[in-house]
């Protein structure tokens, strides 16, 4: 059994998430001092409250979000937590009245893009229309994310393990 709560890591969970993402080339992650400021991560969590996984989602302009983390621990993968965070994080920002914005290169997660009716595209370049005028919104955002030693050291140090070349999938679902 397990529930879903949002709320702050704590310092050892958060040890534990960027261990545990070092060493996978799908996400690139956030420092351990980035981890311990989000004010809202959902967390997958067992009935003595253990982290089992997560779903980071942050606001990046007036009506998008982005969901830019979907970790489940390797031994409690394949039991519905992934898609339970997924969802919820989608049904969050959705009820806000906004839009999710996603990406991957983990078919697991196109599926469940794909089971959520998200549209889906494979370059930033052109948006899907009607969104291609969120296109400077889109820029903006990677910018931000990978100004940071962090994200660039690990992006270089992954970027050796990328031997399968799977190409990220964007994913985008409107709350209209
Ligand atoms: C991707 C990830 C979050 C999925 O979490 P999970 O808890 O294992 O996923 P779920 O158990 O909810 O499974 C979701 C669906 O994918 C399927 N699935 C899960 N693992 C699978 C696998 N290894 N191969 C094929 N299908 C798989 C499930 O059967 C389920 O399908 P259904 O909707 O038809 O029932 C998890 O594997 C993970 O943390 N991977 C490493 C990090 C990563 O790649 N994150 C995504 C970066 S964007």
């Known amino acids: 059994m397990f529930k879903i709560n949002s709320r702050k890591l704590t310092q050892q969970e958060a040890i534990l998430l960027v261990e545990n993402i070092k060493l996978i080339t799908e996400i690139t992650g956030y420092s351990l001092k980035e981890w311990l400021t989000f004010e809202d991560v ?3 969590e067992d009935q003595e409250e253990n982290m089992l996984g997560v779903c980071l989602a942050y606001d990046f302009s007036s009506n ?3 969901i830019s983390v ?8 394949g039991k519905g937590i992934g898609q339970l ?4 994080a989608c049904r969050q920002i959705l009820s806000r009245k ?3 914005y996603t ?3 983990n078919p697991v997660v196109i ?3 794909k089971q959520l009716n998200f549209i889906l595209f494979d370059t930033l370049y052109v948006l899907p229309q009607p969104f291609n005028k969120y296109k400077f919104d ?3 955002r990677g910018i931000k994310w990978i100004t940071s030693f962090y994200r660039m050291k690990e992006l270089s140090r992954k970027y050796l393990k990328y031997k399968d070349k799977r190409k990220f999938v964007y994913g985008i679902k409107s709350y209209e």
Not at 70 to 77: A, G, I, M, Q, S
Not at 85 to 88: G, I, T
């Open 85 to 88: 965070l997924f969802k919820e």
């Open 42 to 44: 959902l967390i997958a």
């Open 70 to 77: 979907l970790f489940v621990l390797e031994k409690f993968r």
């Open 64 to 66: 998008w979000s982005f």
């Open 98 to 100: 906004r839009n999710v």
């Open 138 to 140: 889109f820029l903006l």
């Open 111 to 113: 599926k469940m893009m």
């Open 103 to 105: 990406s991957s290169r």
